[in-house]
């Protein structure tokens, strides 16, 4: 049993497909055919009469500047001296390469990429060590890569790398001229690629270096010498918190889930950088590339908070999403998914675990950004980042279009100069793919993983987003007042009489039962329409109408007070004395007899709001789901100290002193700053826009609809729920 799990798992390898730069793909058949082409001798006839064996290798001088150059890639065997099976035979090994050459395998240093007038040629022997199996430890000698080489008989396969040729039997011209004609042929390919073995230490430069800026920005915090938190467009947009929002990238929360999280992107950001880094020419490219991700996603991020907002929040509701405004980031998640958008350029890539002995060649392949995509989603565990989500697929997509771009003419160029490098005078093959051709190909391919990306966030953002409404009984246990909510409708005459009063009215009953039960929350509802005329013919009407109802036998009460004057401030403080001293109640809610509710669903989502405050803001003064004096839901003693307030602040409209009371913007009201808890959306709707009470206001036909942005919603100093 032991020896069998050791054959399958004592060899494991996670084996990575990478896509070579512009740059590389034109420099290395140029550069390697010539280092092979200045070493290559002609040979003695002794050699060729078979009394002397002969043996060409690269220098030695070549390996060992390879192995000291930093951006090396590559770690090959050192070059071991070939025996000839035959004298006829020439065998030439390929060494690592020098700082100045990239360190991949060109295309014809690989088997299943050599012609077939060479790969019909005998294999030559070698010495044990050649077909020793590579030690583990050599993988680090010389990078985070070595090159793995496939096959089901190691016997019989050619070392990679090692090229046999008839060489003795052919002019060294002839050997030049064939190799020159390998390099151009390598050079025609767009991407060529390579197999090395993944390897994540020591960690990328870049991962490093993120790590390091993230602890101190975490002992910083720690220390209370900054003071970060969750970035938001509403904290950017309102107070201008720019230094929240360029750190939000290396911020992570003391918790223990939020380490393991931050480590968890730390790992996908490893594997981004060790794939995407060859793809764009090195380091220093994919640094380019990833600063200006981090800043173009994080002032993206605030323009589309603002546009789908407060720019769409009374202009066009429909694209109106309130948590385009409030979503906080969740430190690198944006940036991994820009990223992924990027890794387009180098779609068919793939990851490889091989598995087994050698011999078996057991494998699992995946791509690489459906693999990327899945651990990316891993930040959907913990909440919902949509808006960043997207704006870090927006800004990659742009990103994969100009390094498209920038990596054609890279291509050109360097092709151009390698060909001319070999031969002076032929084309680059490059130049007979059209630039528009090339850009539409990356546009494709960064469409689909968008695409694919979009839809799997969609259904993340759906789970993360629904909402249960609330149950009835639930809500009712919150307190044991003997009303949950006295509702107060105020009503005046209008001009032309009309019946919005009876609207508004029976928008609520509606939402009501007929005959609750004893002691549930229907029965601990009621509402006091109240007036201060002593002529109001739709205060009649409605009560004619509604006290032969069931609904308005149960739930309404009328109150009317003698008088003609106009005088909005008198008549809202008094009713809301009336209330607080007259009924024992949790809310008292100030309604206006031209606001009615929207619907059943909005009259549930009120409750859900008063719930959620009762939850998250347990100390909260009020709830407003309406606008302008409708839709405010106060704690009576509250109710009580606004009352009075309505007569010392004669300067302001009596719905901004209640409004004002409730944000703790009054001395009186300190106790409730930062704790107004506003929905949304509107929950109730404007009707009576061209026969207002107040002379000194004027509003149009569409104002204040159901579905607009509420009017605080995306102030930092209340409370959206």
């Known amino acids: 049993m032991r020896d069998t799990l050791y054959r399958m798992f004592g060899s494991v390898r996670l084996v990575q497909e990478v896509s070579r730069s512009a740059a590389q793909s034109a420099m290395a058949p140029t550069s390697t055919t010539a280092s092979l082409n200045s070493n290559i001798a002609t040979p003695h006839q002794s050699g060729i009469g078979g009394e002397t064996p002969l043996d060409v290798t690269v220098p030695s001088e070549i390996d060992k500047s390879a192995d000291s150059s930093e951006d090396s890639q590559l770690h090959q065997p050192e070059a071991v001296p070939m025996i000839p099976s035959t004298p006829w035979q020439l065998s030439i090994l390929f060494g690592s390469y020098s700082p100045a050459v990239p360190s991949y395998l060109p295309s014809y240093a690989i088997p299943g990429t050599l012609p077939s007038w ?59 001229k064939k190799l020159s004609m390998l390099s151009i042929e390598s050079s025609a390919k767009d991407k060529l690629k390579s197999q090395k073995l993944l390897c994540l230490w020591p960690l990328p430069i870049i991962t490093r270096y993120v790590i390091g800026i993230s602890f101190i920005v975490a002992i910083l915090n720690f220390m209370e010498l900054l003071d970060l938190k969750c970035s938001s467009p509403t904290y950017v947009i309102h107070r201008l918190e720019i230094t929240n929002l360029m750190l939000s990238p290396f911020f992570f929360t003391g918790s223990f889930h939020a380490f393991l999280l931050f480590a968890w992107n730390i790992l996908i950001l490893g594997l981004f950088e060790e794939s995407l880094a060859h793809l764009l020419g090195g380091t220093q490219q994919f640094v380019k590339v990833f600063m200006g991700i981090l800043f173009s996603v ?240 739709q205060f009649d009407a409605a009560r004619d109408r509604f006290s032969a109802d069931v609904r308005g036998q149960k739930y309404l009460k009328w109150v009317r007070e003698e008088g003609t004057t106009f005088d909005q401030r008198l008549h809202v403080s008094k009713a809301l ?60 003693k509250i109710a009580k100290r606004v009352s009075g307030l309505l007569h010392k602040y004669t300067d302001k409209p009596p719905d901004i002193v209640i409004q004002d009371c409730l944000a703790g913007l009054l001395p009186e009201c300190s106790e409730c700053k930062h704790t107004m808890v506003t929905s949304k959306r509107l929950l109730m709707y404007h009707i009576g826009f061209n026969t207002s009470t107040s002379h000194d206001r004027k509003y149009k036909k569409h104002d204040f609809q159901c579905g ?14």
């Open 118 to 176: 060479l790969m019909n040629l005998s294999t030559p022997r070698s010495v044990s060590a050649l077909n020793a199996r590579p030690r583990r430890g050599q993988a680090s000698g010389g990078g985070p890569y070595t090159v793995r080489h496939h096959g089901s008989n190691k016997q019989q396969q050619p070392i990679e790398g090692c090229i046999s040729l008839h060489a003795l039997s052919m002019p060294t011209a002839l050997v030049d």
């Open 298 to 537: 994080c002032m993206t991020r605030q323009g589309i908070g603002y546009l789908f907002s407060k720019s769409t929040g009374f202009a066009v509701p429909i694209l109106f999403f309130s948590d385009s405004l409030h979503e906080c980031s969740q430190g690198l998640a944006p940036f991994l998914f820009a990223l992924l958008v990027v890794q387009s350029l180098s779609i068919n890539d793939k990851y490889i675990l091989m598995y087994g002995p050698d011999e078996s060649n057991q494998k699992i392949t995946i791509r690489k950004f459906v693999l990327q995509l899945l651990m990316c989603l891993v930040n959907y565990a913990v909440k919902n980042i949509l808006w960043w989500s997207l704006t870090g697929l927006l800004i990659g997509y742009l990103a994969t279009i100009v390094i498209q771009t920038s990596l054609i003419h890279q291509r050109i160029q360097w092709s151009n100069d390698g060909i001319e490098g070999i031969q002076g005078k032929m084309e680059s093959p490059n130049r007979r793919i059209p630039l528009w051709r090339s850009l539409w190909l990356a546009v494709k391919k960064g469409a689909i993983v968008v695409m694919v990306t979009l839809s799997v966030l969609l259904l993340c953002n759906a789970y993360h987003s629904r909402e249960t409404p609330i149950d009835p009984a639930t809500l009712n246990q919150l307190t044991h007042d003997r009303y949950m909510f006295t509702f107060i409708v105020m009503t005046a005459p209008r001009r032309g009489e009309p019946a919005f009063l009876s609207q508004t009215l029976e928008s609520y009953l509606e939402n009501w039962p007929m005959n609750p039960e004893p002691g549930t929350l229907y029965d601990r509802i009621h509402a006091l329409v109240y007036t201060h005329f002593t002529n109001h013919s």
């Open 577 to 636: 004395s009336l209330a607080a001293d007259s009924f024992q109640s949790t809310y008292i809610a100030l309604l206006e007899d031209d606001f009615p509710i929207c619907g059943r669903n909005e009259w549930r989502h009120i409750e859900n709001v008063v719930f959620a405050a009762n939850q998250h803001v347990p100390g909260h003064c009020g709830v407003f789901v309406g606008t302008g004096g409708s839709g405010l839901f106060m704690k009576p």
């Open 708 to 721: 607009w942005r509420h009017p605080f919603n995306g102030d930092p100093n209340v409370i959206t729920l």
